[in-house]
């Protein structure tokens, strides 16, 4: 999707941590990045929302940081 408006929120389950939303950069072509810092390792939960003129998306994925 280009144009969107992207943003990630990452936090881990069960454990209270600070804000963790890392600015998101379009590149070209509906591809985006970003650079994310994880304070510790273990289990994180990543949020992406996608927010475009077709409608807003919202992705939920867990990943493990060693």
Avoid: C
């Amino acid at each position: 999707v280009t144009g969107a408006a992207v943003s990630l929120d990452l936090t881990m389950p069960g454990m209270a941590m600070p804000p963790n939303r890392p600015a998101i950069s379009e590149v070209g072509n509906g591809v985006y990045t970003a650079r994310a810092f994880f304070t510790m390792a273990g289990e994180w939960q990543v949020r992406a929302v996608v927010k475009h003129p077709a409608g807003d998306d919202e992705f939920t994925f867990l990943l493990r940081t060693k």
